[in-house]
């Protein structure tokens, strides 16, 4: 019996996803509340299946080979259709996947060919005393919180937002890597042509990879996000923005802080115009220090503040903006 967590990497790049990484946090957890293995699996890369055995987080990783498919093609039925194979073989009780756009794609895929339940997009798992894993899920708009469990069916998976965990640290001397080649039925009707890589200029100012971040609310002008962005860029930090300013798209929802976008866990965030919605805040996580600026100084954000500034935000900006970028 085993516990299982499918690693999600950029075909491209050959790199696991980050959050790939901190799921196994999550996976080693709720392995050990059940006494069972854990073990990683990902499809089709000899590279990736090598990087994740290098770092030692995992004792063992079944990298699925493909026949007929290049390494880095990513063909979403075919992952679905060679993790179903490999499920069929074995006895997993839990199947994890971190909630990323493509395994968004893929689990509920895999759910439906075998049968079984599938709780998506979690904010946390625990075991409970019947050795239950309960998935919890804000509902409602915050309102709620689901405690969600899938009652006689295995494998139990579930879509997990693992971002604002940490790296886990190695835990194993060795880890063993296992290639395991499966056939898969539809595999000869697909034509690969070829595959490329988007370049994302905001990579590096993206929330979940930094330690201080600035959070940009609706009381920030255009312009002001604009230079947030580029101070960010200089200085190194991450940025992070309110539903309505990605609803405006004046961000993307790579940005979008909260219950419907990403949960981090910065040492500082800096709220800049925000006015501290439950739905914003339930992705600000553990913070040591939350330095606000509103010009209203009753706004819900003050009772998450450690430093609360009632001044204009986007005077501030500029102010900044002239330091920082000149
Ligand atoms: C189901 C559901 C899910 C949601 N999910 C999310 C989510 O994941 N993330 C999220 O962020 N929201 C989410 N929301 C929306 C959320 O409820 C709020 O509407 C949103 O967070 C508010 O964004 P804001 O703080 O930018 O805007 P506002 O609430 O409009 O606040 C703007 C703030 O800026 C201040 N201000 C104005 N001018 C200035 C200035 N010049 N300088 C300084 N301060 C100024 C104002 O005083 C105000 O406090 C969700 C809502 C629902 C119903």
């Known amino acids: 019996m085993s516990v299982l967590v499918y690693i999600d990497y950029v075909p491209a790049t050959r790199q696991p996803r980050q959050e790939s990484i901190t799921i196994v946090d999550v996976a080693r957890e709720i392995a050990s509340k059940l006494?069972?293995?854990v073990e990683g699996v990902l499809v089709n890369s000899v590279v990736v299946a090598t990087k994740m055995r290098d770092m030692k987080i995992l004792p063992r990783i079944y990298n699925i080979r493909l026949k007929n498919v290049?390494?880095?093609t990513y063909i979403p039925?075919?992952?679905?259709?060679?993790l179903v194979e490999f499920c069929k073989k074995r006895n997993i009780e839990v199947l994890l996947f971190p909630a990323t756009q493509r395994c968004r794609e893929i689990a509920p895929y895999v759910a439906a060919k075998l049968d079984t339940g599938l709780v998506a997009d979690v904010a946390e798992l625990y075991v409970d005393e019947r050795k239950e894993?309960?998935?919890v899920k804000?509902?409602?708009?915050?309102n709620i919180l689901a405690h969600i469990y899938i009652p006689d069916r295995k494998p139990k998976m579930f879509t997990v937002r693992a971002s604002a965990r940490k790296t886990p640290p190695p835990q194993y001397e060795q880890c063993e890597l296992v290639h395991e080649e499966v056939s898969v039925p539809d595999s000869g009707k697909i034509e690969y042509v070829k595959s490329g890589q988007v370049y994302d200029p905001d990579i590096d100012i993206l929330p979940e990879r930094h330690d201080i971040v600035i959070g940009v609310g609706a009381g920030l002008s255009k312009e002001s996000i604009?230079?947030?962005k580029a101070i960010a860029k200089k200085l190194g930090i991450g940025v992070g923005a309110t539903k309505k300013i990605t609803d405006k798209g004046i961000l993307s929802t790579k940005f979008l802080i909260g219950e419907s976008g990403k949960i981090i866990r910065p040492r500082i965030y800096v709220a800049l115009g925000i006015s501290g919605a439950p739905q914003h805040m339930t992705g600000v996580k553990d913070y040591e220090m939350l330095i606000a600026v509103n010009v209203d100084d009753r706004a819900p954000i003050l009772n998450y503040s450690t430093h609360f500034y009632k001044s204009d935000a986007n005077e501030l900006v500029r102010k900044i903006a002239e330091l920082v970028l000149r």
């Open 133 to 135: 894993v309960i998935a």
């Open 226 to 228: 604009d230079l947030i």
């Open 77 to 82: 039925t075919l992952f679905g259709d060679a």
């Open 35 to 37: 006494g069972t293995d």
């Open 138 to 142: 804000p509902s409602f708009g915050e």
């Open 70 to 72: 290049p390494e880095g």
